[in-house]
């Protein structure tokens, strides 16, 4: 969790045709496709679990946003942005729901780039706390970077997995 907004700029990396858009209305379709790309290595099985219906639901409601960062005009990856504040206590929150790179846009600079951009737009708004959640099955490089823009730890737990549920 962080409580401040970042205070120095968010240079983009030395990436040729690097361009940043946020989906409007974006088709189940395509969202299934990022997903999956994105999150196959790493185990994420929720949203594959979950009807059009219920997934569209998600994506397209006005308190979500998600970005895309293409490079060439291939997608790279998304991060996906959450206002639908779910907390008891009426604090403005936003959570970082995903956030990740296909593989093959690993190494270059654009995932600390994206997440800067991510935090920035979370913060544009006028909110109390922004939120994310990691776990030990996330790659290596995901809790250093959290850390590195500001995130600290407010709550842990054990969970186990099991991926055929
Ligand atoms: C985490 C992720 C976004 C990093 O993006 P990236 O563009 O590949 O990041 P980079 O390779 O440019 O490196 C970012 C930093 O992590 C460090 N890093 C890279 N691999 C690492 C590893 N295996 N262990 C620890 N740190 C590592 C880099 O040295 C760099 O640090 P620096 O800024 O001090 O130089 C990307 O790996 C990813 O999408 N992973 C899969 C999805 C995921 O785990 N998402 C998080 C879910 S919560």
């Known amino acids: 969790m962080t409580r401040t907004p970042p205070e120095t700029a ?18 189940t379709g395509f969202y299934r496709y990022l997903y999956d790309v994105v999150g196959r290595p790493w185990h994420w099985v929720d949203r594959h679990r979950m009807t059009d219906l219920a997934l569209g639901g998600i994506i397209t409601d006005p308190h979500v946003e998600i970005w895309v960062p ?10 996906e942005l959450d206002r639908r504040n779910t907390d008891a206590d009426d604090r403005r929150t936003v959570n970082i729901a995903y956030f990740g790179l296909t593989p093959e846009f690993f190494g270059r600079g654009i995932g600390p780039w994206l997440l800067r951009a991510g935090i920035r737009q979370a913060w544009s708004s006028g909110i109390d706390r922004l939120t994310v959640n990691t776990c030990n099955l996330d790659h290596p490089a995901a809790l250093p970077l959290y850390q590195k823009c500001g995130f600290r730890p407010f709550q842990m737990r054990d969970a186990l997995f099991d991926p055929r549920r």
């Open 10 to 27: 968010n240079l983009p990396p030395l990436v040729p045709k690097l361009a940043l858009l946020k989906l409007d209305k974006p088709t």
């Open 70 to 79: 293409y490079v060439g005009g291939v997608p790279a990856g998304y991060i």
